[in-house]
């Protein structure tokens, strides 16, 4: 068993791990997902890097036998749903998300039926039976859209984040949407006079923005007159936020979404400045997932993320039919 110091690990040490890792994977015929959010070593070991809609597509389309799911387990349930037939293993089963948390199956049965015909569109960060109980998935890549294919007249139920509905419901000017209280820990708790210092600090950045962000409020009204864009605000989902920085000229970037998004912005655009928002938006539950256990994930072929096959069937409607809109 190789071990790795977390802190100033041996650069030796871990480029052996990394090695090992790879060799492991290639083997067992194993693809290597991983967040955005996820450490910097995982990045750089992982086949594929991105947002929640990047990762459930490749995850969809992947001829591997095996998917490790450097993320966290809504993630690699919606991996497992997408692919019933292969095996999809998380580093750490304690990787849980709090917004995930935020809404449980007795409430969304209780909300549906207080509105019997309303459509339910919930954020891709739910757990399968709340999917399974869901008409469309949406992730914070395509939320707008999906809210936009649904009837005019038909009412809608969004969650759990309480920021991505607000964003929705301006940017759609819908008023029969109702809006489940729920909210990322990481995203609720950056203070929207944090945009004023570091705006005020870097005149010159432009600030992405991760619509579950609970500063963006006070901005909604600005960026709704644009659609989204101002000249220097931008509001978009992590793969949109590299997006952005990879084709924008500016050279200066606020960025207000958890840290971890820094490693590939920077790798990316090495001659421009990327500054966190707040150097405390760290999600533990993403950095649980360490080189160590991704090595242990794979040779000791755990931990299997399942979902029963009848909450899967009805889970995986919602998320093709969030799919098919693109
Ligand atoms: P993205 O889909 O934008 O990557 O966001 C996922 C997430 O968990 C945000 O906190
Ligand atoms: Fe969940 Fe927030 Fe962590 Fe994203 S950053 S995984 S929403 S707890």
New binding site residues.
């Given amino acids: 068993m190789i071990s790795v110091k977390t802190a100033n690990s041996d650069t030796t040490l871990v480029c052996d791990l990394s090695r090992d890792i790879k060799e492991t994977a290639r083997k067992r015929n194993a693809v290597i997902l991983a967040h955005n959010?996820q450490i910097a070593e995982i990045q750089d070991i992982a086949d594929f890097v991105g947002d929640s809609l990047g990762l459930s597509q490749q995850a969809a389309m992947t001829d591997a036998e095996t998917i490790v799911f450097c993320g966290?387990h809504f993630m690699a349930e919606t991996a497992a749903i997408l692919c019933p037939q292969k095996r999809v293993l998380i580093p750490d089963l304690d990787a849980g998300?709090?917004?995930?948390a935020s809404i449980d199956l007795e409430q969304l049965k209780a909300w549906k039926r207080e509105h019997p015909d309303a459509v339910v569109v919930s954020y891709v960060?739910t757990t399968a039976a709340i999917k399974a109980e869901s008409d469309y998935c949406c992730t914070s890549g395509n939320a707008l859209k999906v809210v936009q294919s649904i009837p005019d007249d038909k009412e809608i139920l969004f969650l759990p984040d309480q920021f991505l509905g607000s964003w929705c419901q301006k940017m759609t000017g819908r008023k029969n949407m109702h809006i489940w209280m729920g909210e990322?820990?990481?995203?609720a708790a950056v203070h929207p006079s944090k945009i004023d210092e570091m705006t005020q600090k870097h005149p010159k950045a432009e600030l992405l923005i991760h619509p579950?962000c609970g500063c963006l409020t006070p901005y909604l009204d600005r960026v709704c007159r644009t659609q989204g864009t101002t000249d220097n605000l931008k509001v978009a989902s992590t793969e949109g936020m590299i997006r952005r920085a990879n084709e924008s000229e500016a050279k200066e970037f606020v960025v207000a979404t958890?840290i971890g998004i820094l490693h590939r912005l920077e790798k990316e655009n090495p001659n421009k400045t990327f500054y966190p928002i707040s150097s405390e938006m760290s999600?533990q539950?993403?950095k649980m997932i360490t080189l160590e256990k991704l090595h242990r994930s794979l040779t000791d072929d755990v931990f299997h993320v399942n979902v029963p096959e009848e909450i899967s069937n009805r889970a995986r409607k919602s998320i093709d039919r969030m799919i098919s809109i693109f």
Avoid: T
């Fill in positions: 959010y966290v998300c709090s917004l995930a960060n990322c820990h990481v995203h579950e958890e999600c539950f993403m």
